[in-house]
């Protein structure tokens, strides 16, 4: 039987012989053909002797680790796909797995027999679909190349050929729309590393990075944003805490307003360290400059260049209201987590300050609706309101007794008296006003 037609060959390399077994057990039964190895050294001898289609190597080994082993298997063999065993606190050498061996996945010990096949099988599918997207390529450009010698009078033979190709690279388009499915693949293995560095909060920060991605491609597409602009905010939000994968564990998930002065500093590198992580990937710089500025304020109070109003670019101002609800949610920007209703209102209370009107309205709306929260309600100034508006809260006055009931809908003779008692006053006056729905 051909290398083509052969059954996909893996190759397990563990020091510990339970698990070589245990791995062996499993994936036999599916038809694959297995080979296993003590250590990286014997895992090296069985790749140079061997065709092996998929390599499983464990990140503890004595003498040659898993992410050294996994770069000296993509440095002689890059075609293998390669699969990475770790446990949670070997998170340094995994990122210099996924940097040095550009592994396709990695999977937490213990694994779930289900996942690991599936992912295997996965990893076996899409080395296929490369070597086929290669070789329709060739064919492609062996067509193309045939096409001009092909003699004029022969229009019968290039319409037939020119079929051909036109169903080649149709081929060849969807093979290329699974590798932009690969590059967002890697894109999440990434959010994954972070939120698995999150330490004593993980469980806390589960899902962290997808929930701030989705609210803000929805926010995004919703403000009529381009669908470039739009991937590049989803990208953004994903690795929008890739910058703080180099702190220390303390700081980790600790309410930012509880730091220290030379914490707070560290913490509020990580945008700049972020932005520097991902330049290095072309497909990531505008994504990039987004994570820089992900926590500059609309009033110019944010950090790391105190940007203001549409100085900051309009997806880090989006991220800046859906991250931060979330982690008000979590706990790590103000003392306690807050419920989401509490969390609303902060947005509500510090529209216009600390965050871009239309993002906040836009996204509190979206909220409304998903989670069916009830009417908006948003803060406005006297000289902004106008008849027939209902008051959402009560109107306090600064000397105690209550001005308006919430519920009270404002008249132009009322409004009248609020404009007159703030000048006489010089006290400027805050009303929180239903918005319609539109």
Not at 4 to 31: Q, Y
Request: aromatic share 4%.
């Amino acid at each position: 039987m051909s290398e083509a037609t052969a059954s996909p060959t893996l190759l397990f390399v563990d020091d510990e012989p339970g698990i070589l077994s245990s791995l062996r057990r499993l994936f036999r039964p599916h038809g694959y053909r297995i080979f296993i190895a003590e250590g990286g050294a014997a895992g090296l001898e069985v790749l140079e002797k061997e065709h092996i289609d998929l390599v499983i190597s464990d990140m503890r080994m004595p003498e040659m680790d898993g992410a050294a082993f996994l770069k000296e298997v993509r440095a002689r063999r890059p075609e293998v796909m390669r699969i990475l065993l770790t446990g949670y606190a070997d998170m340094t050498s995994t990122v210099a797995a996924i940097n040095q061996g550009e592994i396709y996945r990695y999977i937490s010990k213990p694994w779930d027999d289900n996942e690991i096949v599936t992912v295997v099988r996965e990893a076996i599918e899409r080395q296929n679909l490369k070597l086929e997207n290669q070789r329709l390529t060739a064919l492609a450009q062996a067509q193309n190349e045939e096409l001009k010698t092909l003699n004029a009078s022969l229009e019968q033979k290039v319409a037939e050929r020119t079929a051909e190709l036109h169903k080649a690279l149709k081929i060849v388009q969807q093979s290329h729309g699974e590798l932009k499915k690969s590059f967002l693949s890697s894109v999440q293995v990434f959010a994954g590393v972070i939120e698995l560095r999150s330490g004593p909060v993980g469980s806390q920060m589960a899902g962290h990075g997808r929930r701030v991605a989705e609210h803000a491609r929805t926010v995004a597409s919703r403000m009529g944003l381009s669908d470039n602009e739009v991937q590049n905010i989803m990208l953004a939000g994903l690795l929008h805490d890739i910058g703080k994968l180099g702190l220390p564990d303390e700081l980790l998930g600790k309410a930012f307003n509880t730091l220290s002065a030379e914490h707070r500093a560290m913490v509020m590198k990580h945008p700049i360290i972020g932005q520097n992580i991902l330049m290095g990937v072309d497909r990531l710089k505008d994504a990039a400059l987004l994570v820089r500025h992900h926590h500059e304020c609309f009033d110019g109070t944010g950090y790391p260049d105190r940007l203001a109003g549409i100085a900051i670019p309009q997806g880090s101002r989006i991220l800046q209201v859906v991250n931060e609800y979330d982690s008000l949610q979590i706990g790590t920007l103000v003392q306690r987590p807050l419920k989401p209703a509490e969390a609303m209102s902060f947005l509500i209370e510090n529209r216009g300050k600390r965050y871009d009107p239309v993002a906040v309205d836009t996204f509190l709306k979206l909220i409304s609706e998903t989670q069916k929260t009830g009417p908006i309600e948003v803060p406005l100034r006297t000289m902004h309101l106008k008849p027939g508006m209902l008051l959402t809260r009560d109107l306090p006055h600064a000397d105690g007794y209550m001005l308006l009931a919430k519920g009270s809908v404002l008249s132009a003779e009322i409004i009248a008296q609020l404009v007159k008692m703030e000048q006489a006053e010089q006290q400027n006056l805050t009303l929180y006003i239903r918005q319609e729905e539109k």
